[in-house]
Structure formats: structure tokens, C-alpha cells
């Protein structure tokens, strides 16, 4: 998926032999899911999907595992994640095999518009059925937290307690880091403001996933375009949020929300995630100034560390 990783894990002797044999198994595991989820290869179980001309496909287990956990978010924040935007995402220029950003016109976009809906596919007894196929799906906003837990299960099998997986970002820990305490995760301040980071927040058996608007855009007269496309209107998110961090205990569950609070205004967001006991930090800039916005459980996150 196009993505560096970096894994950590305590244990008191480690041999040679078991080393390797652990990254054999995580690299194995990457590369499977890569091959199933990427829409950068053409190759992909995804990108087959994506062009067959049957309405219905086919799938793998792991591949229906995350869509039915994309339709779950997709129900919780009122339709915010959406990963059959995938046509809009190659219209504005986004997509794995676009070679340059584009605004389309309004005729463009509301013709493409008619092929996006999670309303438009079905999961069900290992197939994945489409209205037309037209409807393309991209799980760009959730397939990497999946590679994480992916990675974590390896861990545990191998009898691994205390370890931290990163992939681009997306992390997730479990008992204590080599110090014997929790694990600390800096979140980082958008770059195009400032470096360092803006919160650090003390971890222990969760994941954490951030979303921002100034990683990949483009601009046109003057104008920011972000790749996080709304799926209602087929439009670039146009809220002054520029990132959103989610913690949950499983990171492809972090990862999808994140992408969702991308697309929502602030309160909407928060009222989502206070209802449905989601930790979420947004971070909005107002007049160039950047202002933090907690949901009531990562504020309550933030009292625990003070009593650590």
C-alpha cells in the first residue's frame, strides 16, 4: 500500500532464528494484503474487483471484513466515510493511475455522482454485489489500520505482549514500551504550520490514526483542493479542519473514523463521537491559528495521564 512501517517489541531474549522468522511472517502478511487491497496494483484483488464486468465478485475473507467495517462507519457518522468515491477520487486527479490533479466541472461531477453510494453495493456470504459496475470502491481510508491489526495478530501468535506497529503513520500498542511504562504517541502539528508535535497522549492496548487535508492536495487559481473528497457533494473538503486523530482498540477502526471527522463540521464530529464513546482530537485553523477540539472520552484520555 505504499507505505513504510516500523514495529518495536519487548522481550527478554530474542534469538536470530526468531527474528526472522517473525518479519518473514509480518512481510508475508503485508504483501498479501497489498496484493488484495491496493488500488495501486493493477493486479490487486481490488483493482479486479474495481474493473470486472460482472456485478458481482467474488471475495476474501479479509477483503470483506473491512468493507463490512466501512459500512458500519459509513452507518455511525451519517455517511461520511464512503469508500465507493473512489470514481470521484480519479476524477479530481487522486487516483492510483492519475497523472495530473484536475477540477472538474459541476456536469462532470454530478454524472459521477450517480455511481457513488455505499447504498449502491452488498456484502454478503463472501461476494460483493454492485448496482453497476460503475461503482468502484478505494479503501485507502481504512486498509492501512487493517494492515496494522493485521501485523499485531502475527505479534500475539508469536507470543508478543508488548509491542508498538506503525504503518504510515496509523499505530497500534500493546503493554508497555521498553522503559516498562505506556507508550507515548506524539501528534504531530500540521507541517504546513509549524514542526513538533501538538499533544502527546500515554497509550496501552489501543491504536490511534490521523486524517489531515494538508498530506496530499493541489491548488488552482489561488485555490486548495484536499484529496478527501466529500461523498454527498463530490466536492474537496472545504472545512477548516485540517487534521483529525481517532484512538479506538482497533486501528482500522481508528483510521476509518479519522477519515470520516474529515469530512463532517466540528460539532457534528464531536456529537458523533461523544454518542458513540469515540476519542477524537480535530484540529481546526481558524484565520491561520491552529485550534484543538476534544470529544468528552479523549478528554477523559487526557485525566488519566495526569494521574500517571
Known sequence: MGNSYNIKWKEKKISANRMHHINTKVKAKLTELNET????????????????????????????????????????????????????????????????????????????????????????????????????????SIAKGFAVDAVTIILEKNHIKDYLVDIGGEIRLNGTNLNNKSWNVGIDKPFAYSTGQIEIVKLKNRAIATSGNYRKYFESNGKHYSHIINPKNGQPVEYKIVSATVIAERCMTADGFATAFMVLPVKQSLDIANKHNIPVMLIEDKFGKLITHYSVPFNRIQEKQLKM
Open 37 to 140: 487491497m491496493s488500488s495501486w496494483d493493477n493486479n490487486s484483488e481490488l483493482s479486479l474487483l474495481n474493473n470486472s464486468k460482472e456485478k458481482q465478485f467474488n471475495i476474501s475473507p479479509d477483503l470483506e471484513y473491512v468493507i463490512s467495517e466501512a459500512i458500519r462507519i459509513h452507518h455511525v457518522t451519517h455517511g461520511a466515510l464512503d469508500i465507493t468515491v473512489d470514481p470521484l477520487i480519479s476524477l479530481w486527479g487522486f487516483g492510483a493511475t492519475d497523472r495530473e490533479y484536475n477540477v472538474p466541472s459541476h456536469t462532470d461531477i454530478s454524472k459521477t455522482l450517480k455511481f457513488v453510494g455505499m447504498d449502491k453495493i452488498n456484502v454478503a456470504d463472501g461476494a460483493l454485489t454492485r448496482t453497476s459496475t460503475k461503482v468502484t470502491l478505494n479503501l485507502s
